[in-house]
């Protein structure tokens, strides 16, 4: 089978899913896409608007209906699952660093410098709101790279749910 295949099955099940579930079922696939399955967030969302959103509404009470079912559960679940892989680099990000320095070309001493340097910066938050923001960016990448910089916590949570 290959990635595509299962790409097509994973997004074929999340629409079922969201179908049969309701708007609950955003939340989790969401979350379910955040910790470890690949599914295309920008997909669940187009998708679940298609199916949760009538198409009968005016465009103010879409938009509504959209961000109460969609966008906010969406963005909460996007949050916490996030924090998987936050913590993965938050902990896991020092023996990582020390025990693979050779291959990566740096050490824990030089991601030190690194977290002082976007430690509270608002170019780091804004970033991370970017990152976020942008459909099909890896976002594990964004997360993992956020713990093993030990950025603030709440700061990531914040930038990571608006974005």
């Not at 939340?27 to 009968?56: D, H, K, Q, R």
């Not at 030990?150 to 914040?158: D, E, H, I, P």
């Amino acid at each position: 089978m290959v990635f595509s295949e299962i790409l097509e099955a994973v997004v074929v099940w999340s629409m079922s899913f969201i179908q049969a579930y309701g708007p609950y079922s955003v939340f989790l696939v969401v979350i379910l896409e955040e910790i470890l399955i690949p599914i295309p967030s920008p997909l669940v969302i187009m998708g679940a608007g298609f199916i949760l959103v009538p198409a009968n509404l005016t465009l103010q009470e879409a938009m509504w209906q959209t961000l109460l079912v969609i966008v906010i559960p969406a963005s909460i679940a996007s949050t916490i699952g996030s924090f998987f892989t936050y913590f993965i680099g938050y902990y896991g990000g020092k023996p990582a660093v020390n025990k693979m320095h050779k291959f990566l070309g740096f050490g824990w001493a030089e991601v030190e410098k690194a977290e002082k340097r976007f430690t509270d910066k608002k170019s780091t938050w804004i970033t991370i709101f970017i990152l976020r923001a942008i459909p099909f960016f890896p976002i594990a990448l964004v997360s993992l790279t956020a713990g093993v910089l030990r950025l603030n916590k709440w700061k990531y949570a914040l930038a990571t749910f608006l974005g």
